[in-house]
C-alpha cells in the first residue's frame, strides 16, 4: 500500500462545493480573524461544527448557483449547506485515516497533497522506498543527510520540479509517469513485508514495462541434450560413471531485458518464498550446487532464453558447438576435442560462457541511467531549431530574443499536404525558471496563423517565430515548446540558460543574430518582419546557412565611450573551419583530396559616435565549403589594443 491520498470524502466535499483548485482549497483561509484551517487531514471540523451550532455562515469554495457572493468572489451556506458540509467533512476526515492505494492517487495534485499531508510513519513505508529508486548513490547520501521530515519532503517536491520534463505542460509528465508504475507496481509485485513490493516492482518503477519478458513456472526438467541413450551413455564414460544428472529442478522465475537501456540489459528473478529476488546469475534458479550438473543445467536454460539478448544468443551457440562435438564423439567412438585424461573440458567451457554471458550483462548495465521514463501526455513529436540571442534591455534587465524554425511537411502537417490545410495554427512559448527552486520566473508565448498557399506559393518548407522577453542577469531553467494546435501536437526541449549581465562599464558585445531580406511577397506574409537599421528583415529560416540565401548579421556593442575609446575602433569579422566539429571521415577526404580550408575575414573601421552602436553586416557565404564553421567578431580600441571583446558563434554552412 502507498500513501494516504485524494479519498472519496474529499471528492464529496469539492465536488458539492466546484471546487476547480482543490488543493489550494484545502489550506488555512482566515477572514474576520477566524481560520478554516484545513492544514494536515483536511477541513478543521471543531471550527465547522462550531458555526454549524451557532447558526453562522462558513466561507466555502466557489459554487455555481444562487448562493451569495462576497466582495472576495466567495459564497457562503447556511445551516443546511453547514449540515451538509458537516458529514461530508466527517466522511473525509474517515476515510482519510486510512491507507489508500497508489491507484487512489490520480494526478499530481493528488500526489503533493498526500505528500504534504501524511505523517512520518506514513512517508517513510509509502513514500521514501520508491522515490528513492530515482535517484544517484550522491543524491541519496544527500537525502539521507537531512534532518527533519520537513526537509525531506521539500528535497521530493523540489526534485520532481527539476526533472520535470516540461514545465508549460499542466502536470509534470514524468511524475504522472511515476504514479502509474508506482500503482501497477503495487498492484502486480507487492509484497507482505518492508519495502512492501519485490524486487521486480523496484526495477518496473525505475525502467517501466520490460521490452521482453520471459516467465519460467519452474518445476521438474529434463536436460534436453541427454534424452538421447547413446548421448548419455558416452558422457557417463566421461564421467566415469557418474554423468550429471538428467532430471533437474527449476525455481519459478522471471527474465526481463530493456532494449532501450542495452542490447544485454538482463534482469533476473528468482522466486524465494512468496516473493520474487533479483540474482546476479539464471543458474541461482537452480535447485543445486554441484558444478558438473550446474553447468549443463544451465546450456538447457538459455536455450529458451536465446532470442532475449545477443549475449544469450552467443553463449546458446557456442553451447551447441560443444554438443556437436560430443554428439561426434560419442557416435565415433572418439574423444573429439576432449583430452582422455581431462573429462571436465565441456562442463568448464560451458561455465566460461557463463561467466562471459554475466560479465555482458554488468557492462550492458554499467552505463544505464538511474530510472527513465515513458512519456504519458509529453509526446515529444514535433521537431524545431532554435537560436537565442540577447542583448542590453533596461539599465538592470537582458533582452532575450528566441528564433523558432520547424519543417512544415515532416511534422507540421503530420502526413497532410497544402491542400488539405487552410491554415497553419503553431503556438510557440517559452518559460523561465529559476535555478534554486524551479519557480516560474516568466512566460512568454506567441501564437500564430499562416495560410497554407503562401508556403505552396513560396516554395518554403519552414515555419518561422520569434519571441523575446526581459530578465535579469541569472542562472535559470529555460523552456521552449512548439504546438501545432489542430492536433494538439508538441515538440519541446529544456536546458540550462544563463542571462548573460550587461552591466558595468567595460566593453562589451551582444549575441550575434543572423537575418534575411525578404523580397518575395508570398514570403512576407509568412515571415515574421523586423526592422533593423530602417532594413526589413525576417530571421534567418533555416537552422544551416545557405549559400543561395542572403544573410545579414547583428549585434549590438556597448560602452564605447565609457570603456575609454575616444577616437576609432575596429570590427574584424572572421568565419574559419571548425575542425573540432568536422568529422574523421571528412577530415581523412580533405587530407587525401588536398582541398585548402576556406575562410572569411572582413576588418571594417568605425569612429566613435556614442556609447553604443547596433552593426549589421551583410554577408557572403558563397566561397566556403560546406561543413562546420566557427563565427567569430572581435571589436578593438585602435589606440589600446587591450580594450577588446569579441564573441563567436558555431554556424554550418550547406548548399
Not at 470524502?9 to 482543490?22: C, D, H, L, Q, Y
Not at 532430471?247 to 530493456?258: A, D, F
Not at 533582452?399 to 488539405?420: D, H, Q, T, Y
Amino acid at each position: 500500500m502507498v500513501q494516504r491520498r485524494c479519498s472519496w470524502g474529499e471528492e464529496v466535499i469539492f465536488r458539492f462545493f466546484g471546487a476547480a483548485n482543490w488543493k489550494s482549497q484545502l489550506r488555512c483561509e482566515e477572514r474576520d480573524g477566524d481560520s478554516l484551517c484545513t492544514k494536515g487531514n483536511g477541513c478543521c471540523l471543531g471550527f465547522v461544527l462550531s458555526r454549524f451550532i451557532a447558526n453562522e455562515n462558513v466561507s466555502g469554495g466557489h459554487r455555481k448557483g444562487g448562493d451569495a457572493v462576497d466582495k472576495q468572489n466567495r459564497f457562503y451556506f447556511g445551516r443546511l449547506d453547514g449540515l451538509i458540509f458537516l458529514i461530508a467533512t466527517i466522511l473525509f476526515q474517515i476515510s482519510f485515516s486510512q491507507d489508500v492505494y497508489w491507484d487512489s492517487i490520480y494526478n499530481e495534485a493528488h500526489y503533493f497533497f498526500a505528500l504534504d499531508s501524511v505523517d512520518e510513519a506514513t512517508f517513510q513505508k509509502e513514500f521514501e522506498y520508491p522515490f528513492l529508486l530515482l535517484l544517484t548513490e550522491e543524491q541519496i547520501a544527500y537525502y539521507r543527510s537531512l534532518q527533519t521530515l520537513g526537509e525531506q519532503k521539500a528535497f521530493i517536491e523540489l526534485f520532481w520540479k527539476v526533472w520535470n520534463p516540461n514545465p508549460l505542460l499542466p502536470e509534470n509528465d514524468r511524475l504522472a509517469d511515476f504514479i502509474r508504475r508506482c500503482a501497477y507496481a503495487e498492484k502486480y509485485f507487492s509484497s507482505s513485508e518492508p519495502p512492501y513490493l519485490d524486487d521486480r516492482g523496484k526495477y518496473y518503477i525505475k525502467y517501466g514495462k520490460p521490452t521482453n519478458l520471459y516467465r519460467d513456472m519452474g518445476g521438474s526438467r529434463n536436460v534436453r541434450f541427454f534424452k538421447n541413450p547413446e548421448i548419455y551413455q558416452y558422457m557417463s564414460r566421461l564421467y566415469n560413471g557418474f554423468p550429471p544428472s538428467v532430471y533437474y529442478q527449476v525455481l519459478p522465475n522471471e527474465s526481463w531485458i530493456y532494449r532501450n537501456l542495452g542490447q544485454d540489459f538482463i534482469i533476473y528473478f528468482v522466486k524465494e518464498g512468496t516473493t520474487f529476488k533479483e540474482t546476479s546469475s539464471l543458474t541461482k534458479v537452480l535447485s543445486t550446487s554441484i558444478m558438473k550438473n550446474v553447468s549443463w543445467y544451465w546450456s538447457d536454460l538459455i536455450h529458451d532464453r536465446a532470442q532475449l539478448s545477443p549475449s544469450l544468443a552467443r553463449a546458446a551457440n557456442a553451447v551447441l558447438q560443444i554438443e556437436n562435438e560430443l554428439m561426434v564423439a560419442a557416435y565415433s567412438g572418439l574423444a573429439v576435442g576432449i583430452d582422455k585424461g581431462n573429462i571436465f573440458v565441456p562442463q568448464e567451457r560451458i561455465l566460461q560462457l557463463r561467466n562471459t554471458h554475466e560479465m555482458d550483462v554488468v557492462m550492458s548495465r554499467r552505463d544505464a541511467p538511474i530510472a527513465t521514463y515513458n512519456p504519458v501526455h509529453a509526446d515529444n513529436n514535433l521537431e524545431f531549431v532554435y537560436d537565442i540571442a540577447q542583448f542590453r534591455g533596461s539599465p538592470d534587465s537582458t533582452r532575450v530574443e528566441v528564433f523558432f524554425v520547424s519543417p512544415i511537411k515532416k511534422n507540421i502537417l503530420s502526413g497532410s499536404s497544402f491542400a488539405e490545410e487552410d491554415t497553419l495554427r503553431v503556438e510557440f512559448q517559452c518559460l523561465l525558471r529559476d535555478s534554486k527552486k524551479y519557480n516560474p520566473i516568466l512566460q512568454v508565448k506567441n501564437r500564430s496563423a499562416f495560410l497554407t498557399e503562401y508556403f505552396e506559393l513560396a516554395d518554403f518548407p519552414n515555419v518561422v517565430s520569434n519571441l523575446d522577453f526581459l530578465a535579469c542577469p541569472q542562472e535559470g531553467d529555460l523552456t521552449l515548446q512548439i504546438k501545432e494546435m489542430k492536433r494538439a501536437n508538441i515538440g519541446f526541449l529544456k536546458r540550462p540558460f544563463q542571462i548573460r549581465d550587461f552591466r558595468g562599464n567595460a566593453l562589451m558585445i551582444s549575441d550575434v543574430q543572423f537575418f534575411t531580406e525578404i523580397l518575395d511577397s508570398n514570403q512576407m506574409k509568412i515571415f515574421p518582419m523586423i526592422k533593423k537599421q530602417e532594413t526589413v528583415l525576417s530571421p534567418y529560416p533555416y537552422d544551416e546557412i545557405h549559400k543561395s540565401v542572403p544573410v545579414f548579421c547583428y549585434f549590438e556593442i556597448y560602452n564605447l565611450q565609457l570603456s575609454g575609446i575616444v577616437d576609432k575602433y575596429e570590427i574584424a569579422l572572421k568565419v574559419s573551419t571548425d575542425k573540432s566539429r568536422a568529422g574523421t571521415f571528412k577530415k581523412i577526404t580533405k587530407w587525401m583530396s588536398g582541398t585548402q580550408d576556406h575562410s572569411i575575414s572582413l576588418v571594417h573601421m568605425r569612429q566613435v559616435t556614442s556609447n553604443n552602436s547596433e552593426e549589421l553586416l551583410s554577408i557572403d557565404f558563397g566561397n566556403l565549403t560546406n561543413g562546420p564553421y566557427r563565427f567569430e567578431i572581435i571589436v578593438t580600441d585602435t589606440m589600446n589594443e587591450t580594450v577588446a571583446t569579441k564573441i563567436q558563434k558555431d554556424i554550418t554552412v550547406a548548399d
